[in-house]
Structures are given as C-alpha cells and as structure tokens.
C-alpha cells in the first residue's frame, strides 16, 4: 500500500462541475504538493501547502494535518482543466524525497 | 514554460544502444533531480544533485548513468536498457534541496518520453 492514497483515480465530469479530489497521506510530513499534469507529460506545481487552505483562481486546496488529509478542489471546471493532479508529500525525516500519489485522471467535457 | 528544458523529448532506442537525456535549468537552482514515471505508477527518484554533487542515488541500476557537470546541466546516460526501462523521465530542479527551507517547491521539465525496443 502507498503511503499517499488518492481518490478517485480517473473521473469525467461536464463542464461548470464542480470537482473534489481527495488525498490521504500515512506519515508525519512538512508539506504538501498539489500538482497538475498534461497529456504532454510535463508536471506544473498548483500549491504548496503545510497548514489551512490556499485558493488561487477556480482552484482551492485544503489539509487537515490532524486528519492527515487534503482535499483540491475546482470549482466551475473547464475541459482545459483536463489532466493528472498528483498529490505529492515531504515527509517531516528531513529528508528531499518527496512520495507521490499516483494521480487522478480528470476528463472534463464540454 | 517553467524554466526547465528537457531534449529529446522523445526516444526510441533498441537494447544494445547508448543514448543521453539532457536537462537545463534557467532558473539559477541548486539542486536537480531524475525521475522516472511509468505507467500507473508514482513518480519514483532516481537521482539528486546539490551542488554538483551527487547525494542520493536511489537503487537506480548501473545501466542509467547520472552527470551534473555544472548545476545548470544534467545528463543521463543509458546504455544497454531493457523493455522495462521504458516511461517518461523527468527532470526538476529547486533553489536547494527540498526539506531545507520551508516553501521550497520543485520545476519540473516536459520529460523525455522513451521506448526501448
């Protein structure tokens, strides 16, 4: 079993949907990456977060440290949004390696 | 654009070939990183560089072969590569390594999606 879960692992939804996707984690960490990656291959960094909740554009991520727990959220989704978003965790061990989700596949039609 | 390239961006090899990835940085960063990515699976380290050193070499086998010649620059080197090998290998650098300082994130490159026949 990974030690960063995501769900779902692929999801289609229809335009103006509005989006969760979930990412449970089962070690102590220092933070969080959400991560968004095309068909292209290349991955973007979307937020980096350790505590709270951070919103940017239709985007909104959110950790529950105590629950070990994060959510990102889109909100009124387009078909450019289709792609893998990746939860990525830095384990609080000092340590550079991040461990990967194995992403979620997002469709969005139009 | 993140500021990472990343050439070819595809390759074909058989298994007697040698071929290298390259990655450049244009960010000023300290630390890069190889990562391979087959399919439904994590992205899984290979390989980091801080300074021009090496300081992690993850159980990677000897037929993939790193070189930070500079800390814009790095290669891998691949020789004699199995079907297995196959997936798409990214590259990402970070102002220093990642756990130093609080907000440090990674630039990842478009990869270099490779086949080995």
């Known amino acids: 079993k990974n030690e960063v879960e995501q769900s779902p692992q692929n999801l289609t939804a229809q335009e103006g949907e509005f989006i969760t996707i979930n990412c449970s984690y089962s070690v102590g960490i220092s933070a969080l990456h959400w991560l968004q990656q095309h068909p292209g291959g290349g991955i973007v960094s979307l937020f980096m977060l350790s505590s709270g909740k951070k919103k940017h554009g239709r985007l909104i991520a959110t950790i529950n440290i105590q629950e070990k727990h994060s959510s990102l959220h889109i909100t009124a989704s387009h078909p450019r949004d289709s792609a893998v978003y990746i939860c990525a965790v830095l384990p609080t061990s000092g340590t550079y390696k991040y461990i990967f989700g194995t992403g979620t596949r997002l469709k969005v039609l139009a | 654009e993140t500021g990472v390239t990343q050439t070819p961006r595809h390759l074909v090899m058989g298994m007697t070939n040698k071929k290298s990835l390259k990655c450049e940085q244009h960010l000023g960063h300290n630390a890069m990183y190889w990562y391979k990515q087959s399919a439904k699976k994590p992205l899984e380290l290979m390989f980091v560089y801080s300074l021009e050193e090496r300081v992690e070499n993850n159980s990677v086998p000897s037929r993939f072969s790193p070189e930070c010649p500079n800390s814009s620059h790095l290669f891998l080197h691949l020789h004699t590569l199995q079907p297995e090998d196959s997936a798409l290998y990214l590259c990402?650098?970070?102002?220093?390594?990642?756990?130093?300082?609080?907000?440090?994130?990674?630039?990842f490159g478009p990869g270099t999606r490779l086949l080995v026949l």
């Open positions: 990402a650098s970070s102002q220093d390594l990642l756990g130093r300082e609080v907000g440090e994130t990674q630039y």
